[in-house]
């Protein structure tokens, strides 16, 4: 089954607006990233924020985790329409000694940025 | 510099019939590798993973098989292939990093047709 789902299913927005894309997941978590696929492609990871962190940023990323509500976003700023792919999140479970090998991912937000 | 090698590209295939998708890494040793499955608007499906030689474990039962024959070469069979099997299949590795945080570099993909 899913552990992450992310919200909206799709996301059309113009050029130079900021885009946020939600996860959701159901266990406890050791990490959580972001990755993207551009269509038919393979997914690029993007960011990986830990359990014990809140915010990280990498350049126009800024990811949120809140482990209470297990949740996390994805914001993209100042958009581009080379920005447009699907984006998806990924859990790696909470194993003993912190090690994980698997790593679930949701069914992903498709974001259009329009020119 | 690593890079991930997955073929072939696209594969059409009748029912019924064998099923092979290779990939190697080259780069790296001991990777952890991947077997994932994209349904057409849906997320990425875990169908097999490996921390070594010889080692599968196996995440959904179905007609499908991995196999790991060298430290860098892992390979998706069938021996018939069910409709159901149509896809997009994608290879990914890696190697837990600091704090367990296991990031994936994925192929970019074999997209298999059975009709």
């Known amino acids: 089954s899913q552990q992450g789902e992310e919200d909206p299913q799709a996301l059309s927005i113009q050029e130079g607006e900021n885009a946020t894309m939600n996860c959701s997941y159901k266990?406890?978590?050791?990490?959580l990233q972001w990755y993207r696929q551009n269509s038919g492609r393979g997914l690029v990871h993007l960011i990986l924020?830990?359990?014990?962190?809140r915010e990280k940023h990498s350049g126009r990323l800024r990811v949120t985790l809140d482990t209470s509500k297990k949740s996390s976003s994805l914001l993209i700023t100042a958009s581009r329409a080379a920005d447009t792919a699907s984006y998806f999140c990924?859990?790696?479970?909470?194993?003993?000694?912190?090690?994980?090998?698997?790593?679930?991912f949701g069914k992903g937000t498709l974001l259009t940025v329009n020119p | 510099s690593q890079t991930i090698h997955q073929w072939p590209a696209t594969l059409v295939q009748p029912v019924g019939s064998p099923l092979s998708l290779e990939c190697t890494v080259e780069?790296?040793?001991?990777?952890?590798l991947y077997w994932y499955r994209q349904a057409a608007g849906r997320g990425l499906q875990l169908l097999f993973y490996?921390?070594?030689?010889?080692?599968i474990s196996s995440e959904v039962p179905q007609n499908l098989s991995a196999s790991r024959p060298q430290d860098r070469q892992f390979i998706l069979s069938s021996k018939k292939l069910l409709l159901s099997d149509s896809g997009f299949y994608l290879c990914?590795?890696?190697?837990?990093?600091?704090?367990?945080?296991?990031?994936?570099?994925f192929g970019a993909g074999s997209r298999l047709t059975v009709l």
């Open positions: 490996s921390v070594g030689i010889g080692q």
């Open positions: 924020i830990r359990s014990n962190e």
């Open positions: 990924a859990t790696g479970p909470r194993q003993s000694g912190g090690s994980n090998y698997k790593l679930t």
């Open positions: 780069g790296t040793s001991n990777p952890n």
């Open positions: 990914a590795w890696s190697v837990l990093g600091v704090f367990g945080a296991n990031v994936l570099t």
């Open positions: 266990t406890s978590i050791n990490n």
